[in-house]
């Protein structure tokens, strides 16, 4: 019997509606938006500003898309792996929150929190649940919240981040095509120039942390910065190497949509021409664990059946990676 390995058999994705652009964001803080696609590429994000919605009502549409293009009743679903650093709480998992509101009643799941990584470490994990032959129809979905906890007078990270959520559908193949390798990483002494103060078991909740603003994202972007040019290229010119591939037989380079200059340094390490690099940090910003299946969502139409993707990320932590998909439809 020939191995099985885990494709992707559809994407589907989920932005809000309403746009927050650099002239509003002038408005707020002190910035331009000059400045602001000069230093990171984005000119607007999506923000989920209706009240009482959460992550979750954004993975909601997104999976629903992938059961509409399948025909597939969700009830087929075997397993959802939820990539978020915003859950709808801290507990139960949002994973177990969309499976109720889609009516996937088979389906067990659970919560994967690695950041601007987490879609991919949570990609590779489905596809080890597709490979051992136990599970035939694992979600993975990357979607987060950033307006939840961005602080719109930080003008260090509110033009940066957005809302939104991408999902994939991973199935058994016998044949050449899904998911080829990965090489991922983190690095704990990271977590200094990139987290959030309070909230945690180590700093709970308390009237002196909301008011000292501690439950917002909190970032060093200088030294984040150079980490993840390092970390991201690196990675992903060692998947290739250890493939024996090269850029020529890269058809794409999926990477975490965090700063133009990001992308670029890792597509030049690489020897990506820009053609062959998705981006879409202008419309979106920075979505987080939803940026590489968004990318996928807004370039499905442009891949092809064997097409080599390189999928590259870097989140707070540190966590960072590289993933080769052999693209199977």
Known sequence: MNKLTASIT???GYVPETKLTNFDLEKMVDTNDEWIRSRTGVSERRILKEPGLGSSDMAVPAIQEILRKKNMDPTEIDCIICATVTPDMVFPATANIIADKIGATNAWGFDLGAACSGFLFA??????YIESGRYKNVIVVGVDKMSAIIDYTDRATCIIFGDGAGAVLLQPSTDD???KDSILKSDGSGRQYLHMKAGGSVKPATVE???????FAYQEGQAVFKFAVKGMADVSAELLERNNLTGDDSAWLVPHQANLRIIDATANRMGLPKEKVMVNIQKYGNTTAATLPLCLWDWESQLKKGDNIVLAAFGGGFTWGATLVKWAY
């Open 209 to 215: 942390t909301v008011l000292a603003k501690e439950h």
């Open 123 to 128: 990609l590779t994990t489905g596809a080890t």
């Open 10 to 12: 559809a994407v589907g």
């Open 177 to 179: 095509n899904g998911i």
